[in-house]
DNA sequence: CGCGTGACTTGTA
DNA sequence: TTACAAGCCACGC
């Protein structure tokens, strides 16, 4: 897990699910946030949330932490936005991945739903109008 | 149609 | 049991 982490490259980031699952840990998200969260030393700044396709979006609550990242990031040539959003398919970590062209999308061919969490499965009742709010 | 935020679900510590 | 450095999905813009 940590030789994951710690193989992401300068200048480039990965999400948590990502990461654990080249530890061989798929759905491990959770367990890669941990990981890092205890042991230091970590380049955890390059390990990020996930957000729609290619994008990607800090998840951190702690605000400092999240504002530590984001200015290291920036610092290593990462463009992260206002709400920490992260180019995943010009700064997305590809492994051994060869056939992935950063110059678009990412070839989920070879990735098949590194996260593959079930958050959403059985959710969204009939929500009258409104997406939230009740 | 594409991007972004919001909200729900799941798992570990 | 609760909290959290996550994830997916649906709706909004």
Do not use: C, F
Not at 34 to 62: C, F, H
Not at 98 to 125: E, F, I, W
């Amino acid at each position: 897990m940590h030789a994951v982490i710690r193989a992401i490259p300068r200048g480039s980031v990965a999400t948590y699910g990502q990461v654990a699952e080249l530890a061989g840990v798929p759905g491990g998200a959770r367990i890669a946030a941990a990981s890092l969260k205890q042991e230091v030393n970590l380049p955890w700044q390059r390990v990020i949330g996930k957000a729609s396709g290619r994008r990607g979006r800090i998840k951190i609550l702690d605000p400092v932490g999240a504002a530590i990242q984001r200015g290291l990031l920036e610092k290593e040539g990462v463009e992260v936005g206002d709400r920490g959003l992260i180019d995943l398919g010009v700064y997305g970590w590809l492994p051994k991945m060869k056939t992935a062209r950063r110059n678009g999308r990412v070839g989920k061919t070879t990735m098949t739903r590194a996260g593959s969490d079930r958050g959403a499965s059985l959710r969204r009742p009939p929500r009258s109008g409104s997406k939230r709010r009740a």
